[in-house]
């Protein structure tokens, strides 16, 4: 008797989670659909609904729209908060934009570290955008013996097909940070990016007297 009530308890509970769910997605959708039609601030309104029930898409949007949308106004601070709940869920999206916000947007001493922190998990889960910006992170902070680790973030991000980041680790290449790597090894991956119409790297060709071809 006792097994089958909690077995009850339990049926009951998975019930009314996936009708919550549901319920929520339903909220999602309803206010993106308004949004999209250029009412925001009245599908604002079921996205945080669907984000308080618990949805990582709709804490995720609501993170974006703090941070740019012209209706609701920038606010950082709201911003920050939905877009770590939405991270906190595995939301990759929300983990790669909460790095950015640390990392150009965050009054917080440790800004950088939680930038790097929040990409490492984006990378962690197989993301090529993790993987450049930790890259990024490295390369911008002008610290020579950093230069290495960018270097390996770079190449595991192209190993996932990032296109930015051939030119980015051309970049170390032509300038002396990668001791075995010459400027033909830059050219090279110059012309991957380039062939893909990367701006800064048909640049490169360019100033090189070069083209994507020869």
């Known amino acids: 008797m006792k097994r089958t009530v909690l077995f009850f308890c339990f049926y009951t509970i998975v ?3 996936f009708a919550q769910n549901e319920i929520a997605i339903q909220k999602f959708a309803k206010g993106i659909k308004m949004a999209r039609e250029g009412y925001i601030s009245i ?8 984000a308080l029930a618990g ?6 949007e609501l993170g974006k729209w703090n941070l740019n949308d012209k209706a609701l106004g920038v606010n950082i601070i709201q911003a920050t908060k939905w877009l770590k709940l939405a991270a906190e869920k595995g939301h990759v999206s929300a983990m790669l934009t909460l790095g950015y916000v640390y990392q150009y947007n965050s009054t917080e001493q440790n800004h950088l570290k939680l930038a790097d922190d929040w990409y490492r998990k984006a990378a962690d889960m197989g993301n090529a955008e993790g993987m450049f910006r930790l890259g990024d992170l ?11 680790i960018a270097q390996s973030w770079y190449e595991k991000a192209i190993q996932k097909g990032h296109i930015a980041s051939n030119y980015w680790l051309g970049y170390l290449y032509e300038n002396g940070f990668a001791a075995d790597k010459t400027v033909d090894d830059a050219i090279a991956l110059y012309r991957i990016a380039a062939r893909q119409r990367f701006p800064e790297a048909i640049e490169a060709l360019k100033r090189l007297g070069l083209t994507i071809e020869n």
């Open 15 to 17: 019930l009314t989670t």
């Open 43 to 50: 599908g604002s309104i079921d996205v945080e609904q669907a």
């Open 55 to 60: 949805n990582a898409d709709a804490l995720y």
């Open 138 to 148: 490295q390369r911008l902070s002008e610290n020579k013996q950093k230069m290495f």
